[in-house]
């Protein structure tokens, strides 16, 4: 059994800081994309970041800049670094990774984390 364990989301002020941290547990042979995603009120999910197992990095257009995701593969875990927060920033962040157990490649995702940027 795979698990995702996301945490470090909270109440900040615009203009703040705070690391988002993801790690996965279980029985897990290979980790590949590992990313963020984001949902706020009445709005889909939206893709924030996301870091391939060759390094290869990708932002929404909307954090570039301001946001920085990493990986520490010993670890399995994801992080996302985010700076110069907004408000529109606001939103349930949800990490997702590919990777492969026992039985073949597939998608998880955390349990998801509250951001609130107040203005």
């Known amino acids: 059994q795979v698990q995702l364990l996301e945490s470090g989301g909270g109440l900040v002020q615009a203009g703040g800081s705070l690391r988002l941290s993801c790690a996965a547990s279980?029985?897990?042979?290979?980790?590949?994309?590992m990313g963020w995603y984001r949902q706020a009120p009445g709005k889909q999910r939206e893709l924030v970041a996301t870091?391939?197992?060759?390094?290869?990095?990708n932002y929404a257009d909307s954090v570039k800049g301001r946001f920085t995701i990493s990986r520490d593969s010993a670890k399995n875990t994801v992080y996302l670094q985010m700076n110069s927060l907004k408000p529109e920033d606001t939103a349930v962040y949800y990490c997702?990774?590919?990777?492969?157990?026992?039985?073949?490649?597939?998608?998880?995702w955390g349990q998801g984390t509250q951001v609130t940027v107040s203005s």
């Open positions: 997702k990774t590919h990777l492969l157990t026992a039985a073949t490649w597939s998608d998880y």
């Open positions: 279980g029985r897990i042979f290979s980790i590949g994309t």
């Open positions: 870091t391939t197992s060759g390094g290869t990095r």
